[in-house]
């Protein structure tokens, strides 16, 4: 299995910033990747950034220009640095993996609980 523990949430004042963090663990899983995504109530879950631990990133067309992700593969964490925070980035913000089981090829997605971010105006 995999585990995803994240950390870093918050409520915070508009133009603050915050630097989210999600540290995993795997049990006969090789993780291929980690990612952000964010959920707010009544929406669908959008995506943010991936990165691969062969050092490959993307972000979607949803990631805001303020917002950077980087990922320490030593300690298997992905940090999603969020500046010049605004109200419509209130989100419960979610990680994610992209793991294959030892000798299997199929991916499977592994997801976090969700840490809440809430910026004020």
């Known amino acids: 299995q995999v585990q995803l523990v994240e950390s870093g949430g918050g409520l915070v004042q508009a133009g603050e910033s915050l630097r989210l963090s999600c540290t995993a663990s795997?049990?006969?899983?090789?993780?291929?990747?980690l990612g952000w995504y964010r959920q707010t109530p009544g929406n669908s879950r959008e995506l943010l950034a991936t990165i691969t631990f062969g050092g490959g990133t993307s972000y979607s067309d949803s990631m805001p220009g303020r917002f950077t992700v980087s990922m320490d593969n030593a300690k298997n964490t992905i940090y999603l640095q969020m500046n010049n925070l605004k109200p419509e980035d209130t989100a419960v913000y979610i990680c994610?993996?992209?793991?294959?089981?030892?000798?299997?090829?199929?991916?499977?997605?592994?997801w976090g609980q969700g840490i809440e971010v809430t910026v004020a105006s």
């Open positions: 795997r049990t006969g899983f090789i993780i291929d990747g």
């Open positions: 994610s993996a992209v793991a294959r089981r030892y000798g299997r090829s199929n991916l499977q997605n592994f």
